[in-house]
């Protein structure tokens, strides 16, 4: 498989052809070997499952061994959600040929992402005419609440997940996410983990796998 984006790829451990595929989205400055870690966890319960990690499309600006997603450093919003939606293509993109190379359907997609990973995760997924099956989101926002709401066009399952001690992305931006769903009538499943800082804990790995089962195998 040929992607536009450089990718770790773990293919299903059933070594069948993947019924379903998770795509995870690692957060700013870091790369798809980072958040790989989760996926080769996952494999051994998700034996379908195909799983595929890709580099965000930029070198990162702060750590130039890793990647972003899109710039974050001294923009106003309008600029932040410009560049955004450069990555959002790209990213729509990527799961479009995820789909097609696999011979999948997007109801067979689940996207994971980790704090800017879950940034672009939202906006993207949310966009799509087509819906994904479901996202899984942690330590991450909504970039911007007034350009979603107006663009909503599909609606997975969706869970948040968040650490009350994040410093890097305040737990605030979890509970304006669940504000944001509940005026557009959206149903979503969160959870805040106590003590928890800018990371993805055990106990949100567990809850995630489970969640990719029941949604990606029911």
């Known amino acids: 498989m040929s992607y536009s984006l450089n ?3 773990i293919n299903p451990i059933s070594k069948s052809s993947p019924k379903n595929a998770v795509i995870l989205c690692h957060g700013y400055g870091g790369d798809g070997n980072d958040i790989s870690i989760l996926a080769n966890y996952w494999k051994n319960f998700l034996p379908d499952t195909m799983f595929v990690c890709p580099d965000a499309p930029e070198v990162c600006k702060v750590n130039p061994s890793g990647f972003q997603w899109f710039d974050l450093m001294d923009q106003t919003d309008d600029e ?10 790209k990213l729509d993109n990527f799961i479009n040929e995820v789909t097609s190379q696999n011979k999948l359907s997007l109801n067979d997609i689940a996207l994971v992402g ?3 990973g879950c940034m672009i995760s939202l906006q993207t997924a949310l966009k799509k005419r087509d819906k994904i099956k479901c996202l899984i989101g942690y330590s991450g926002k909504i970039l911007n609440t007034k350009h979603l709401s107006q663009n909503i066009n599909s609606k997975p399952e969706i869970f948040l997940m968040h650490g009350d001690k994040d410093a890097v992305v305040p737990i605030n931006f979890l ?3 669940k ?3 509940n005026k557009n009538n959206y149903i979503i499943r ?3 983990f106590k003590n928890c800082e800018h990371r993805i804990p055990t106990e949100g ?3 995630g796998l ?7 195998y029911k």
């Open 205 to 207: 790995s567990s809850l």
């Open 175 to 177: 509970l304006e996410a």
């Open 190 to 192: 969160t959870k805040i």
């Open 179 to 181: 504000e944001f769903f």
């Open 114 to 116: 980790f704090s800017q």
């Open 210 to 216: 489970e969640f990719l089962k029941k949604n990606l």
């Open 7 to 9: 990718s770790v790829i």
């Open 80 to 89: 932040t959600l410009s560049k955004s939606l450069i990555a959002e293509k």
